[in-house]
Nanobody
Framework: QVQLVESGGGLVQAGGSLRLSCAASGSISSINAMGWYRQAPGKQRELVASIASSGSTNYAYSAKGRFTISRDSSKNAVYLQMNSLKPEDTAVYYC??????????????WGQGTLVTVSS
């Protein structure tokens, strides 16, 4: 069993910054990728940013230039630094981890979500 603990959400004014953190623990042999998704009210969940085990990153167009994803492999942790936040960034942000355990590959687990609210 794998648990994800997210933190860092909150209320911030437009133009401000927040840093989200997510740490994975439990039955993990190795991690393939970690990422952040978000879901705004009435909208589908969408990818914000992801980072592979190689270190390569992928960003949604809306996040490029403003958000930075990073990881600490020693802690099985992933971070999302969000700068120049806009009201349209308001959403519940979810951590996602794709991992392997023993002979089981490409397993997936989601965090409980952390709310980010950006006021105008």
């Amino acid at each position: 069993q794998v648990q994800l603990v997210e933190s860092g959400g909150g209320l911030v004014q437009a133009g401000g910054s927040l840093r989200l953190s997510c740490a994975a623990s439990g039955s993990i042999s190795s991690i393939n990728a970690m990422g952040w998704y978000r879901q705004a009210p009435g909208k589908q969940r969408e990818l914000v940013a992801s980072i592979a085990s190689s270190g390569s990153t992928n960003y949604a167009y809306s996040a490029k230039g403003r958000f930075t994803i990073s990881r600490d492999s020693s802690k099985n942790a992933v971070y999302l630094q969000m700068n120049s936040l806009k009201p349209e960034d308001t959403a519940v942000y979810y951590c996602n981890v794709n991992y392997n355990y023993l002979s089981f590959r490409y397993l997936e687990v989601w965090g409980q979500g952390t709310l980010v609210t950006v006021s105008s």
